[in-house]
């Protein structure tokens, strides 16, 4: 039969992104079109690699195409992805212009699990094919180093037309750096937010980031010096805020949302993180122990009106492997690396959403509209 582009084109407005509202057409995720007798070729170019969506679309392309053109087609769609960048960095005069989307980590409480959600975020993150980086930013309490191994390690100084450039290590598929390559915490507690904060923009402006996709900022506890430091000196693209199920937990995130969608500071919170929140014993994996209270993190979340994007179980494992330095995301098909995939998939499409959000809103507007969409 005689197909050309156009039908396929025409057939493919049909199919709407259920979380950007338009159809793949007009957000460009169409590439590549081809039509060779009875065969229809195109890429689909998702907004993420780590999109929760790409059967469903893919399925609904391919169901777009024989509805509405023809049955009999054979249609082959190849999945490919690539991430915008989030419009507060489309503005070139950004510190790091070539960082797609700077997304923090935070916490009201101290010890939650920010850096093992940071770290593992990031790994899964990176597992999916984007290019990731990540920046340990607790200057009082870097935990980076252990984690990765890299305790006593320096990383590379290069001259790069005369100006010194810090390489980032690469591990486990992600670059990272952390302040605690830099300084000794013991002295650092006794700085004061001045020198802290110039330490810390260093981290941004004296390393070699080059292309990313994601750039995962690990932060200390509360909603401090350092928080505001960042939240200034970067297009933050979105927060992720870390809570465990107690109600002093979950008070104490409460304030970190309420900090982060305060007039002056308008950061979209792309939603809690609920860790801690089943105990699983190793010798019974199919039980679950809610020892610190059932459902805060939902409540939380509803409450707050922003998504829960994952509920991390405490597993002995994470912890070991943290010290070990070896993230329990490296290894594949564990129920807590599972987790963190999947914690990986909702935080980026909460991040497309709004990304999406803010290109159909005036950029002006950004500070206006902010934290009012979810
Ligand atoms: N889901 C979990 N299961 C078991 N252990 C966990 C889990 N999450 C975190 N831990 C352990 O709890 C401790 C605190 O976690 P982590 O250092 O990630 O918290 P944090 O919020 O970054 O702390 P801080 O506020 O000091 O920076 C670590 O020893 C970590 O390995
Ligand atoms: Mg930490």
């Known amino acids: 039969m005689n197909v050309n582009k156009e039908q396929i084109i025409n057939a493919l407005k049909n199919v709407i992104d259920p979380d950007l509202h338009k159809d793949l057409v007009s957000l460009g995720m169409i590439e590549d079109i081809s039509i060779e007798n009875n065969d229809v070729s195109f890429k689909l170019v998702l907004t993420t690699p780590a999109c929760p969506l790409r059967e469903k679309l893919k399925n609904d392309c391919i169901l777009a195409i024989k509805t509405f053109v023809d049955a009999s087609l054979n249609v082959h769609v190849e999945l490919g992805s690539k991430v915008r960048s989030s419009p507060q960095v489309a503005d070139k005069t950004a510190v790091l212009p070539n960082v797609k989307n700077i997304i923090l980590v935070a916490s009201g409480k101290g010890g939650v699990g920010k850096s093992t959600v940071a770290v593992n975020l990031a790994i899964s993150l990176g597992k999916t ?125 409460r304030k970190a949302i309420n900090m982060y969608r305060a007039d002056g500071i308008k950061v979209p919170v792309l939603g809690l993180i609920e860790n801690m929140s089943f105990f699983i014993p190793a010798e019974l994996p199919d039980n679950k122990y809610y020892i610190f209270g059932k459902d805060g993190g939902s409540k939380l979340a509803s409450e707050m009106n922003t998504p829960l994007l994952g509920q991390i179980p405490i597993v002995q494992s994470i912890c070991e492997s943290g010290d070990a330095g070896e993230p329990i995301s490296v290894s594949d098909n564990n129920i807590v690396e599972k987790s963190f995939a999947s914690l990986a998939e909702k935080l980026t499409q909460q991040l497309s959403i709004w990304n999406a959000f803010f290109e159909a809103t005036d950029v002006e507007q950004h500070e206006e509209t902010c934290n009012c969409k979810e």
């Open 129 to 253: 094919g984007a290019k990731v980086g990540l920046i340990d930013a607790d200057i009082y309490g870097p935990s980076i180093p252990m984690m990765f191994n890299l305790m006593d390690a320096k990383p590379k100084v290069i001259d790069k037309n005369g100006v010194n450039r810090i390489i980032p290590f690469e591990k486990f598929g992600i670059k990272l750096i952390s302040i605690g390559f830099f300084v000794d915490p013991d002295k650092a507690l006794i700085w004061r937010g001045p020198m802290a904060s110039t330490a810390l923009k260093q981290l941004f402006t004296d390393v070699e980031w080059g292309e990313l996709d994601y750039l995962i900022i690990d932060t200390p506890p509360g909603t401090g010096d350092i928080h505001l430091t960042l939240v200034q000196t970067l297009a933050v693209a979105g927060v992720a805020i870390v809570t465990t199920p107690q109600d002093v937990a979950l008070a104490d995130a």
